[in-house]
């Protein structure tokens, strides 16, 4: 058992787990504690919790890979994962720009497509993960947002 352990521990993935619990919680605990106050019922200020309770939901499915075997071992380069990890929050922030000129739909989906090209391993290969989980997921994030929770989404160029 504490071989299990160390196992895990030895993981890149167990922390990427643990850190995305760890956002969830302390937005949660934010949330409940702070000064913001959300109000009764499901509607855009229940948006924060909602996604706080994904994240947990996400770590804790990170986790459950990482368990079952199914994760990368620690980076061999720390240079190339820093760089991806720079990539990415310039992708995330460039998404934000674009949102207001093509539409926040168009923008996510064209963000979860690059970033899914860049960390794939043959995204070409495994384009079921790195094409249609970011159609599907974006398809999901506009019904959340605009006929669950009535929130309007910033309409671009495009739609």
């Known amino acids: 058992m504490n071989r299990f352990f160390t196992e895990l521990l030895r993981r890149q993935d167990f922390y990427t787990g643990l850190v995305t619990i ?22 855009p200020h229940a948006f924060p919790q909602l996604a706080y309770i994904a994240l947990i939901i996400a770590g804790l499915a990170i986790w459950v890979d990482v368990a079952r075997g199914k994760s990368d071992e620690r980076p061999d380069y720390l240079r190339v994962t820093l760089f991806t990890g720079v990539v990415l929050v310039a992708a995330g922030m460039a998404m934000f720009w674009l949102a207001g000129k093509l539409g926040l ?30 159609v599907l997921a974006t398809a ?10 009535n929130v309007p989404l910033p309409r671009g160029l495009l739609f």
């Open 105 to 134: 739909g168009v923008s996510v989906l064209i963000a979860l497509i690059a970033s899914s090209f860049l960390l794939t391993r043959e995204p070409l290969r495994h384009w079921p993960s790195t094409i249609l989980v970011p």
């Open 22 to 43: 760890l956002v969830g919680v302390v937005g949660l605990i934010d949330i409940a504690y702070g000064n913001w106050r959300p109000g009764p019922g499901l509607g």
């Open 140 to 149: 999901v994030i506009w019904f959340l947002f605009v006929r669950i929770i």
